[in-house]
């Protein structure tokens, strides 16, 4: 076949709605002061590392990895809180188990909904699988907009909502009861999406296996919680749905190195506890400080990073000059009517925070 041939091969064999994306894109950041991707920002103790190491150097690399990962999964269900009676699924992070649950429901004639603005995955693996996608725009102060919910679920009988508690990207936690009555009211299944569960002091995760909560899913990621090298995310859910989505996942999806290294890091769940805290109290430590530059609005945050609005006009070119200063955060201006003049600020160490602080003081001192 020649070039030609190929670019039309391509042009026909590709569906539209898939050449019309754009793959996902990470910006370099070596050298960088990276506040960009909700990571723990801290490394692990020497101690820990030296035995993670020897642990690793003994793993069975020549044989395929434990397909139930059994040891793995009875430290997450301890230390996320999963119920006894509920099953457990694993993905290559939370990321291939909105595309299992995508998979496993999707037709041209059928609908996901989230709220929006929201996590960008959603819609997009919808377009991937190819589903309907439904999108309900927040109150502007980021709060659930229920009626409105509660009408597209009437118009659209969505088979599939996600809702991400804390939203990403504009971190706050939706009304509780709010999520209920939307529980209440879905024709299908609730994904109830907890990536950020280690910020905050809420969660979905006892409702599992309540009368009222049959149709509800609990979505975790150990991204967040300091070991996003890793790629592991778990679903949790009543042995039903659990069983038909399994059917769905490849075999081995967690590699031997995750999950001994997983296993391993989750025993010492008191160190990522003690990492998370130190974030939400310079989470708070940088809410104050960002709330007293000139014509910059913090929103409440139960994540590991704020959303602040700069002056007008000013977001893409904040974002520029950190970058020339070697600080990347996430410019969101122009994703969405309601992130307008808006940057997403992952909290990093305190010197992390204080490099980009100082920053953004020269940046937006109305004498320069
Ligand atoms: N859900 C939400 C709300 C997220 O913000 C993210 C990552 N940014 C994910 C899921 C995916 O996490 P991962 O694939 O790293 O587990």
Same mark, same amino acid.
């Given at each position: 076949m020649n070039k030609t041939a190929i670019n039309t091969t391509i042009d026909t064999l590709i569906r539209p709605e898939i050449k019309a994306l754009n793959a996902y894109n990470v910006p370099s950041s070596d050298g960088m002061i990276k506040l960009d991707a909700m990571e723990n920002p801290y490394g692990w103790p020497k101690e820990l590392k030296k035995e993670l190491k020897a642990r690793l150097a003994d793993a069975a690399i020549h044989r395929y990895p434990d397909p139930k990962a059994t040891g793995l999964k009875m430290q997450l269900r301890r230390v996320m809180n999963v119920p006894e009676t509920q099953a457990m699924m694993l993905g290559n992070g939370s990321d291939e188990l909105i595309?299992?649950?995508?998979?496993?429901?999707?037709?041209?004639?059928?609908v996901m909904m989230a709220p929006e603005p929201g996590f960008v995955m959603y819609p997009m693996v919808a377009k991937f699988v190819g589903m309907q996608y439904v999108g309900v725009p927040l109150n502007s102060d980021f709060s659930l907009d229920l009626a409105a919910f509660l009408t597209a679920i009437e118009t659209h009988q969505p088979s599939l909502? $996600?809702?991400? *508690?804390?939203?990403?990207?504009?971190?706050n936690l939706f009304d509780a009861e709010a999520v209920e009555k939307i529980i209440e009211a879905a024709p299908g299944v609730v994904v109830v999406d907890e990536a950020y569960n280690a910020f905050t002091?809420?969660?979905?995760?006892?409702?599992?296996?309540?009368p009222g909560f049959e149709n509800l899913l609990v979505m975790r990621?150990?991204?967040k919680m300091g070991l996003a090298g890793l790629r592991l995310g778990m679903l949790a859910g009543s042995p039903a749905w659990v069983a038909e989505l399994?059917?769905?996942?490849?075999? *081995?999806?967690?590699?031997?190195?995750?999950?001994?290294?997983?296993? $391993?890091?989750?025993?010492?769940?008191?160190?990522?506890a003690e990492q998370a805290d130190a974030i939400r109290v310079d989470r708070q430590k940088m809410q104050q400080d960002l709330q007293m530059l000139p014509g910059v609005e913090v929103f409440p945050?139960?994540?590991? $990073?704020?959303l602040v609005r700069v002056p007008q006009g000013k977001a893409s070119w904040l974002h520029q000059q950190l970058q020339l200063r070697r600080i990347l955060i996430k410019k969101?201006?122009?994703?969405?009517?309601?992130?307008?003049?808006?940057?997403?600020l992952t909290i990093g160490t305190p010197t992390e925070n204080m490099a980009l602080m100082a920053a953004l003081v020269e940046l937006l001192d109305p004498e320069s």
């Open positions: 595309q299992v649950l995508a998979m496993a429901i999707a037709s041209a004639d059928r909502i $996600f809702l991400a *508690y804390p939203n990403n990207p504009t971190g002091d809420q969660s979905f995760m006892s409702r599992l296996g309540q990621t150990v991204s399994e059917k769905l996942r490849l075999p *081995y999806n967690i590699n031997c190195l995750t999950q001994i290294a997983a296993e $391993f890091m989750l025993k010492h769940d008191g160190k990522l945050s139960e994540a590991n $990073f704020l969101l201006d122009g994703g969405h009517p309601l992130l307008t003049d808006c940057l997403r």
